[in-house]
């Protein structure tokens, strides 16, 4: 079982940085890649970015690339979202979530989700 806490959320206005954190409580996670994935009231989850757990490669959406940095701590059992030049439409939920299968960019593939910390940015 992969329990994941997500934690850095909070109110930033436009052109704001905010670093999200998911922290992992399974220590053998070696073949498992590690999602963000955000979520509107009213609309499907969306997938932000992913990272393997050995570091790398990593997959973007487009909305996040050039933005958005995904990064991990393996010593730490840490997922970081780095996001910078944030906009009002960045407004959501961020889950932090982890998956064996190879296809990173469908939340229906990934078992193990946290609760969610909520982003909001003011315009």
């Known amino acids: 079982q992969v329990q994941l806490v997500e934690s850095g959320g909070g109110l930033v206005q436009a052109g704001d940085s905010l670093r999200l954190s998911c922290a992992a409580s399974k220590t053998t996670l070696s073949s498992y890649t590690m999602g963000w994935f955000r979520q509107t009231p009213g609309k499907a989850r969306e997938f932000v970015a992913a990272?393997?757990?050995?570091?790398?490669?990593?997959y973007y959406s487009d909305r996040a690339k050039g933005r958005f940095t995904i990064s991990m701590d393996i010593a730490e059992n840490t997922v970081y979202l780095q996001m910078n030049s944030l906009k009002p439409e960045d407004t959501a939920v961020y889950y932090c979530?982890?998956?064996?299968?190879?296809?990173?960019?469908?939340?229906?593939?990934?078992?193990?989700w946290g609760r969610g910390t909520q982003v909001t940015v003011s315009s």
């Open positions: 990272i393997r757990w050995t570091g790398g490669p990593t």
């Open positions: 979530a982890a998956t064996s299968a190879s296809i990173v960019g469908l939340s229906s593939n990934y078992p193990y």
